[in-house]
T-cell receptor
Framework: DSGVTQTPKHLITATGQRVTLRCSPR?????VYWYQQSLDQGLQFLIQ???????AKGNILERFSAQQFPDLHSELNLSSLELGDSALYFC?????????????FGSGTQLSVL | GQQVMQIPQYQHVQEGEDFTTYCNSS?????IQWYKQRPGGHPVFLIQ?????EVKKQKRLTFQFGEAKKNSSLHITATQTTDVGTYFC????????????FGQGTTLQVKP
């Protein structure tokens, strides 16, 4: 158990819908990261939040948004879902701004868009 | 933008054979990390290399960071069935963020 909690584990929805993925970082970790893993794209960095503020952005679609709350948990919102958004979404957390041996991944949310 | 390429994509070996995966970045990296993801699991941190030419060992695993800090390799000696999984390298650029660019990964299958 990495200490990073993601909910739900599985999500099945239809095209055009909106979903919210939730992540609770390890106790004491201030950074939260979101990654998308698909078969053909590997692990793609989406976004990083540090202590409530956006710190780094990757190839995150405009239909996707994220935020980190005062209690440091984070949510990733995916809207106007398309078939291609089907993927495994991982959250990870670390203590500081830069990752090192302290980067831990959650178990992921498997999103299926039908 | 920064890209990290990893080869091979797949590798099937007989138990006891050696295995190597290679990682190349389009830009100089401040450090490189390696992760292992077991089937159905999540990436787990293995090691971080920071210095040019650095070599680190973890039991049967040997990690190298190139002199130019643009390439890296992971070598497993005498593979075991427990080594099955996907091995990712991930690079940090020089920015002061936690943005890691992952390679595509090498999936290792070990036949007993």
């Amino acid at each position: 158990d990495s200490g990073v909690t993601q909910t739900p584990k599985h999500l099945i929805t239809a095209t055009g819908q909106r979903v919210t993925l939730r992540c609770s970082p390890r106790s004491g970790d201030l950074s939260v990261y979101w990654y998308q893993q698909s078969l053909d794209q590997g692990l793609q960095f989406l976004i990083q939040y540090y202590n409530g503020e956006e710190r780094a952005k990757g190839n995150i679609l405009e239909r996707f948004s994220a935020q980190q709350f005062p209690d440091l948990h984070s949510e990733l919102n995916l809207s106007s879902l398309e078939l291609g958004d089907s993927a495994l979404y991982f959250c990870a957390s670390s203590v500081g701004v830069r990752t090192g041996p302290d980067l831990f991944f959650g178990s992921g949310t498997q999103l299926s868009v039908l | 933008g920064q890209q990290v390429m990893q080869i091979p994509q797949y590798q099937h070996v007989q138990e006891g054979e050696d295995f190597t995966t290679y990682c190349n970045s389009s830009t100089t990296l401040s450090n490189i990390q390696w992760y292992k993801q077991r089937p159905g699991g999540h990436p787990v941190f293995l090691i971080q290399l920071v210095k040019s030419g650095e070599v680190k060992k973890q039991k049967r695993l040997t990690f190298q960071f190139g002199e130019a800090k643009k390439n890296s390799s992971l070598h497993i000696t005498a593979t075991q069935t427990t080594d099955v999984g996907t091995y990712f390298c991930a690079g940090h650029g020089s920015s002061n963020t936690g943005k890691l660019i992952f390679g595509q990964g090498t999936t290792l299958q070990v036949k007993p």
